[in-house]
C-alpha cells in the first residue's frame, strides 16, 4: 500500500485545514485508515482512524474540533482540523491498520511521508 498525504500548510490559531490521504495497492486488506502526528523529538501520536464501514474513533485532545471521513471511491481520507490550537503543529502521517484493534496504533502502518501543519498565533 502507497499513501500520500497533502493538505498541510501555515495556518492561524483557530483557523482551519483540511488534510487528504491518497492511497493505492491492496487497501483491502485493511479495514482502517488512520491520522497520527509527530513533533521532532517526540513519538508519533495517534489522532484518529475510520473503518472501512465509516466507524470513527479519536484522541481526547482532537475531539470536536478535528473530524475524519472518507471517500471510499476515490481512496482518500480526510481530516478537517478546525480551531486549530497552538499544540497542533506537527507532521501529520496517514496509515492503514486495523480499526476493531482496541490499540489502532499498534497496527498501524505503511506511512506516507507526511505533510507539516504549521499554526500561527
Known amino acids: 500500500v502507497q499513501l500520500v498525504e497533502s493538505g498541510g500548510g501555515l495556518v492561524q490559531a483557530g483557523g482551519s485545514l483540511r488534510l487528504s490521504c491518497t492511497a493505492s495497492g491492496n487497501t483491502f486488506d485493511y479495514n482502517g485508515m488512520g491520522w497520527f502526528r509527530q513533533i521532532p523529538g517526540n513519538e508519533r501520536e495517534f489522532v484518529a482512524a475510520?473503518?472501512?464501514?465509516?466507524?470513527?474513533k479519536y484522541a481526547e485532545s482532537v475531539k470536536v474540533r478535528f473530524t475524519i471521513y472518507r471517500d471510499n471511491a476515490k481512496e482518500t481520507v480526510y481530516l478537517k482540523m478546525n480551531n486549530l490550537k497552538p499544540w497542533d503543529p506537527a507532521v501529520y502521517y496517514c496509515?492503514?491498520?486495523?480499526?476493531?484493534?482496541?490499540?489502532?496504533?499498534?497496527?498501524?502502518?505503511?506511512w506516507g511521508q507526511g505533510t507539516q501543519v504549521t499554526v500561527s498565533s
Open positions: 496509515s492503514v491498520g486495523d480499526y476493531n484493534n482496541d490499540d489502532y496504533s499498534t497496527t498501524a502502518g505503511c
Open positions: 475510520i473503518s472501512s464501514a465509516g466507524s470513527s
